[in-house]
């Protein structure tokens, strides 16, 4: 296996599916001749020329209905908002397009497209470039949630989601795109709803997604000094969710926390944890935790940013009170 | 305008340089007077509560329905908002079908999912029934991007009315149309009244097929009242877009005799304004006169023929009626095409 950055592979998937399928073309900002604002479709006007390979003018709700259009029409976009802070522009598109069409129609159109870009917070730009809005879209039926939190599944994620012929939001982590793992050559396809254990343990879950399965992982180090075995388990699909390996895990550890970097209220943690309230009641030792962002619109100095942000040392405090350790 | 029959062709009659047989204007008069009987029985429906929700009437722009599906290929692609019963009736979808949809009916167009504003129609390229003002335009355009992509020529008439045109979507559409000189053609139905705003109360630019200038997309207006109008330009604009041109805009002068939907009384506007057009403009009674003029019809044939559709549109009306309404197990149809049977929400059912 070669050892490629997240952003590298995200780029192999895309190459890879647009040589497997000719309906498959990339539209978004910048993402041709330029490059890609982040570099993620570095080389492909090259590799595929501007038929497939298309720069938009700066108009987000235009160019996701355009990808609407298209893939009722057959085709199989991929459409990048540069970041999902923008892709608030298209949310008639996606939310009362595309997420309905296929119900709208009675099945006689649907939108199998992609939706993807950066998520989350990013570092230093303060509140309008860094939210999480996951729980927005998982939210309704009729697309699917996609967050990778490590190169290989970046690779795998992106493949099935290609592949997949529902509407996929896909959303990636601006401060992930430079990490290096290992991930698989050639065709590589990790199904949706399939959540991974990133480490095994079996004093308690901590749940994770995206950038915080990183933080998770951390924490786990830092809770293993302290006698305690955690367990942390990526969903990678949000929605819909593979609830099964989480209760079986916390039937196992009979403690959870859930970790998110979006707001508290009504976040991804509130959902994971009603689910295990719900399903797992008797499994459990002690009250589902979660560690969220706070509930402030994301600030710019570099204290208060950092503040405002989950980190590896609430999610040790979390876990260790939950594990009630002192 | 020149009313008469030729004497070397079959008949018919001769508008601006074009013929049209009495077959084809007999057929086009039928359509029109099709759609409005079948409009003025949705608001009865309406009335005796069997139709639910909204409802957006059409009598009066009859035209522009007629008039644009004479000028399409079947391969063309249509989509429109939510006034859309007389465009999916052109088309040719199965009046039954869309009265069931409009009584909720397990028949309808989409089964009776969507309702009035959600009328859809694969087989007939016909791309809804939009709810959201405007949202069609973009989408209309990445048809028009699809067809660009195979290039296979087909056309994307991708329909607004003058409210929606206010919409930052439709300019967003304007501008990668031209850019990438898709063949889409983006028509107006400017019907006077968005709601309940008149035109000048919305617009500062009260022309709106000028509204793609600063876009590079020409327009051109149409009286909407004219069938043979209709159809001779929008032949014209569909052209411009098939042979590569880019987009086109054709403004439909028109007007919508009843209010916005059936929960508006129109007070907002005049009596003698509504007569002016309803009486002196209605463009069935006009192609009837042309037609009676050209000695192609009387007025009994046509009194008859008022007959024989009311006596249909009855009947349609009857059987969509006679329908049973959905089986409650299609609520969990068509939500994904890759259900996930694993995962949460699981596929038909609750928690």
Redesign the interface.
């Given at each position: 296996m070669a050892k490629i950055t997240y952003r590298e592979a995200l780029n192999q998937a895309m190459c890879n599916e647009m040589e497997r399928d000719d309906r498959v073309f990339l539209m978004g900002e910048e993402v041709a001749e330029y490059n890609g604002a982040y570099k993620v479709s570095q080389g492909m006007l090259d590799k595929f020329g501007p038929k497939r390979v298309i720069d938009t003018p700066i108009t987000e709700l235009g160019f996701a209905g355009l990808g609407v259009g298209a893939a009722m029409a057959g085709l199989r976009p991929i459409i990048e908002f540069m970041t999902w802070n923008f892709a608030i522009l298209a949310a008639d598109q996606i939310v009362n397009a595309a997420a309905k069409m296929k119900y709208m129609t009675a099945g006689q159109y649907n939108c199998p497209m992609v939706f993807r870009g950066a998520g989350g917070a990013a570092a230093r730009v303060s509140s309008q470039h860094s939210q999480a809005f996951e729980n927005w879209y998982a939210n309704i039926p009729g697309l699917k949630v996609v967050m990778p939190s490590n190169p290989a599944d970046a690779k795998g994620l992106l493949a099935a989601s290609i592949r997949d012929n529902d509407t996929v939001i896909f959303i990636e982590n601006e401060i992930n795109y430079g990490d290096i793992g290992e991930v698989p050559e050639g065709e590589y396809i990790i199904p949706l709803g399939k959540a991974d254990i990133k480490r095994v343990g079996k004093d308690i879950t901590l749940v994770a997604h995206s950038r915080m399965t990183g933080y998770a992982l951390a924490a786990a180090e830092e809770l293993a000094k302290m006698g305690i075995d955690a367990e942390v388990v990526d969903p990678r699909t949000i929605r819909p969710l593979d609830e099964a390996t989480i209760l079986a895990s916390v039937a196992k550890t009979n403690r959870a926390v859930v970790i998110e970097e979006g707001w508290r209220f009504a976040g991804i943690g509130a959902e994971i944890s009603a689910r295990i309230m719900e399903k797992g009641f008797d499994d459990l030792d002690a009250p589902v935790a979660r560690v969220t962002g706070k509930d402030v619109p994301m600030p710019y100095a570099a204290n208060l940013e950092n503040h405002a942000l989950p980190s590896v040392a609430d999610i040790v405090e979390a876990a260790r009170v939950t594990c009630n350790r002192a | 305008m020149t009313g008469k029959k030729t004497q070397e062709q079959a008949a018919g009659l001769t508008q601006e340089g074009r013929f049209y047989s009495a077959e084809r204007l007999h057929a086009m008069h039928g359509m029109m007077l099709y759609i409005r009987r079948f409009e003025e029985k949705a608001g009865q429906m309406y009335g005796l509560k069997k139709i639910g929700g909204f409802c957006h009437l059409c009598n009066g722009q009859e035209a522009v329905c007629v008039g644009m599906e004479e000028a399409s290929e079947s391969t063309d692609?249509m989509m429109t908002s939510y006034r859309d019963h007389g465009h999916i009736i052109a088309r040719g979808t199965e009046p039954t079908a869309v009265m069931a949809e409009l009584l909720g009916r397990a028949g309808g167009?989409?089964?009776g999912?969507?309702g009035s504003m959600?009328m859809?129609?694969?087989e007939k390229n016909f791309?809804?029934?939009?709810?959201?003002v405007g949202?069609q335009?973009?989408?209309?355009?990445?048809?028009?991007?699809?067809?660009q992509?195979r290039g296979d020529k087909r056309v994307?008439i991708t329909i607004m009315g003058d409210g929606g045109v206010n919409q930052?979507?439709v300019y967003?559409?304007f501008?990668?149309a031209a850019?990438w000189k898709l063949p889409v053609v983006f028509v107006i139905e400017n019907n006077q009244y968005a709601m309940g705003t008149s035109l000048s109360r919305a617009s500062a630019e009260t022309h709106l097929y000028k509204r793609g200038i600063s876009f590079k997309v020409p327009g051109i207006q149409v009286d909407g009242m004219d069938v043979l109008e209709v159809e001779r330009k929008m032949g014209e604009a569909i052209e411009h877009a098939r042979s590569g041109q880019g987009p086109i805009i054709v403004e439909m002068m028109t007007y919508r005799y009843r209010g916005h939907s059936m929960s508006d009384p129109a007070t907002y506007r005049t009596r003698d304004e509504v007569d002016e057009w309803r009486t002196g403009r209605d463009p069935i009674a006009r192609l009837q006169k042309q037609m009676i003029e050209a000695g192609l019809a009387t007025e009994a044939e046509f009194k008859q023929k008022d007959k024989d559709i009311k006596k249909e549109v009855v009947a349609v009306a009857k059987a969509a009626e006679a329908q049973p309404e959905p089986d409650l197990s299609?609520l969990w149809?068509?939500?994904?095409?890759?259900e996930?049977p694993?995962?949460?929400?699981?596929p038909r059912q609750v928690?």
């Open positions: - | 692609y167009v989409v089964g999912k969507g959600h859809f129609d694969v791309a809804g029934g939009n709810g959201i949202e335009v973009p989408i209309g355009l990445g048809f028009a991007f699809a067809s992509y994307s930052g979507a967003e559409s501008n990668m850019l299609v149809d068509d939500i994904l095409t890759d996930i694993n995962a949460y929400p699981y928690g």
